[in-house]
């Protein structure tokens, strides 16, 4: 409770410090391209804005110096943002959607989607207590069933339960693809053993390049999201580039003119944790490399960043690089 108390503060206190921040072009003189792609990151365009940046870069109308850097880090600031608050409400509106459907349809899949829905929104004994019912009817099939062992030891996991959790996870993976990968994921998701969590994703993602190729692209973010968890920032964001969000991996037909789709939840917030690592690489330099307003600036979104990615020990050494910078 301390903790999350103390990240709400640090990320307010950060916002309203980048709110009162002055636009860039107000203070330094900025090639044409820059100050275009910020016009377009202002509206939203933000991979439009990346392409002028990079491809001014590659034809040497610009140098990659702090203002180029800076201004890439804060388009990619921005874009991640904007996923990361889809994300949240993501997960509220499944919750609530689960939530209304179970009362129409009793089934064990919309149980485990409700459960892992509960999960991602904190409430993890209501999590526990769900996917419990529904590993006890084993009515799913076997991607289904292990998915849930799975979310269950997470669950386990968050109310302190970790021995419980582990022996769990033993069983969550005998032969599912999609359950290895997601336990890679939850490895490094609850930092308890990135480096596994790695392997695990992985191997996991190169079988499913030819065995479940209509899903290959939720293996991928799985899998950058362990090199996001062990630092490896370059490469996580290299692994999501044209990846489609819109996936689901589970699809079920109560009729013939009526379907449901199940997806997962947790890709968004991924997808948006490895746009900050992104944006982290590319403002940290300025923060370590030079001094002024603009290192300041960049300080503030960096630390904003760290404490977005859970990393608050990070998040409170670049508030104070940011305020003796300034």
């Known amino acids: 409770m301390v903790k999350n108390y103390v990240k709400k503060r640090l990320v307010l206190l950060l916002a309203f410090i980048l709110f009162l921040m002055v636009p860039l072009n107000e203070l330094f003189p900025i090639p044409r391209e820059i100050e275009y792609a910020l016009k377009l990151n202002r509206i939203n365009h933000y991979d439009e804005a990346l392409n002028i940046i990079y491809k001014a870069l590659e034809e040497d109308k610009i140098k990659p110096d702090i203002t180029s850097a800076y201004t890439i880090g804060r388009i990619l600031y921005r874009k991640a943002y904007l996923y990361r608050e889809m994300a949240d409400v993501c997960i509220k509106t499944n919750l609530g959607y689960y939530l209304q459907l179970q009362k129409r349809e009793k089934i064990d899949i919309i149980k485990l989607f409700l459960g892992i829905s509960h999960f991602y929104n904190g409430q993890y004994i209501e ?38 959790a582990q022996d769990l996870w033993k069983r969550s993976v005998v032969e599912s693809l999609l359950a290895k990968s997601t336990l890679g994921y939850i490895y490094a998701y609850l930092m308890v ?35 996001l968890a062990l630092g490896n920032f370059s490469d996580a964001y290299e692994e999501i580039k044209g990846v489609d969000l819109n996936i689901p991996i589970f699809v079920y037909k109560p009729s013939p003119k009526k379907e449901i ?13 490895i746009i900050f690592g992104e944006s982290i690489k590319n403002l940290e330099p300025i923060v370590t490399a030079s001094s002024g307003e603009l290192a300041s600036f960049a300080a ?25 910078l300034a």
Not at 131 to 157: F, M, P, T, W
């Open 193 to 227: 053993n990135p480096s596994i969590g790695e392997a695990m994703a992985k191997e996991a993602m190169n079988l499913a390049k030819t065995k479940m190729v209509s899903k290959y692209d939720i293996f991928r973010i799985n899998h950058a999201y362990t090199l």
């Open 261 to 273: 789709k199940f997806y997962d939840i947790s890709i968004i917030d991924s997808y948006s944790k």
């Open 127 to 164: 999590a526990a207590g769900i996917l419990n019912q529904v590993i006890r009817n084993k009515k799913l099939d076997r991607d289904q069933l292990e998915l849930a062992y799975v979310y269950l030891g997470a669950s386990y996991y968050r109310n302190g339960e970790k021995s419980k």
């Open 300 to 324: 503030y979104y960096v630390a904003q960043m760290y404490v977005y990615l859970g990393d608050l020990n990070n998040g409170m050494k670049y508030v104070q690089k940011a305020q003796r």
